[in-house]
């Protein structure tokens, strides 16, 4: 079920602050702004364990099967494991990390899309990398989401043949998604 962000309650001058309306207000934002687990603000960051095949000149969403964490349940490893699906409306911080096995031909290139459609200022792009190296490219952007939209990492390659992505430990595809305000 989405959550909503909280919002600190008014009173008139000469209330006083009672324990009840602490919690409701101070408290639940303290929560929301520095807690854990679905107190804090939602956040996710997945990123790819084992390789994926990408076709030749052809964007392709990323796979993210392993989850470092996930407040809010946006993400699956086992339906749509490329989406993160929003459930708190807001502007959200996205960062993307595109890397694929090494290969001396083509380029390489990645993404962030929102509902399938590029987010403007995404993109991009970099050279191959070596035939003995990995090449890989990060990029971040910021989108106002609403509950139920979808944000993706995608991967382009243009080597002339299928060509996998690399899942080293500090060499993968990754995605993180922060919420920032409403």
């Known amino acids: 079920m989405p959550r909503t962000v909280p919002v600190i309650g008014t009173q ?11 919690t409701a207000s101070v408290k639940a934002m303290s929560d929301w702004l520095l807690g854990s687990g679905t107190n804090g603000v939602p956040r996710f960051r997945g990123r790819q364990a084992s390789v994926q095949s990408i076709a030749d000149n052809t964007w392709t969403p990323l796979t993210l099967d392993t989850e470092d964490y996930d407040s809010d349940n946006g993400h699956s490893t086992s339906t749509n494991t490329s989406r993160y699906t929003v459930q708190v409306a807001g502007t959200y911080a996205i960062t993307g990390m595109v890397s694929f096995a090494a290969n001396a031909t083509g ?3 990645g993404r962030i899309t929102v509902n399938g459609t590029a987010v403007p200022g995404s993109f991009v792009k970099g050279l191959a990398a070596t035939a003995t190296h990995s090449s890989g490219a990060a990029f971040h952007a910021q989108a106002v989401l609403a509950v139920g939209d979808y944000i993706e990492l995608q991967g382009l390659q243009t080597s002339g043949g299928a060509l996998n992505t690399s899942s080293a430990t500090d060499v993968a595809c ?9």
Do not use: D, I, Q
């Open 107 to 109: 380029n390489r290139a």
């Open 12 to 22: 008139t001058p000469g209330n006083y602050l009672t324990g009840a309306l602490w």
């Open 174 to 182: 990754a995605m993180g998604v922060w919420w920032l305000a409403s």
